[in-house]
């Protein structure tokens, strides 16, 4: 019961802030609709996201260290797939700057 509370905790971690991002996108798009001069606004909700991302990437890591120097190895365990699902974004993004690197062939 104790590994599946912490799954719990880091799902909703991750859920309510892309929900919040998702609501809070569909309402800036609906706003921008309505104007007669239209701004940027993906973009705007692009950095937003960049931001919650990299909020969310520290958290997950400083959060397995501190697990491993407590010795509690498996919950420091389910923090791996959720670091992997952040770091495809993050990926994704250094190889449209430099397509030289030898895993973003596996994006193009």
Request: proline fraction near 3%; hydrophobic fraction near 55%; charged fraction near 15%.
């Amino acid at each position: 019961m104790k590994i599946t509370r912490h799954i719990i905790i880091r799902i909703l971690t991750v859920a309510i802030p892309m929900f919040l991002l998702y609501f809070y996108s569909e309402m800036a798009i609906e706003a921008n609709r309505q104007r007669e001069h239209r701004t940027d606004a993906g973009l705007g909700i692009a950095f937003l996201f960049a931001f919650v991302l990299i909020i969310l990437l520290v958290g997950f890591i400083t959060d397995s260290i501190v697990r491993i120097f407590k010795k509690q190895y498996s919950v420091a365990l389910i923090n791996v797939p959720f670091l992997l699902l952040f770091l495809i974004p993050v990926l994704y993004i250094s190889c449209q700057f430099s397509g030289e690197i030898f895993y973003c062939k596996c994006f193009s």
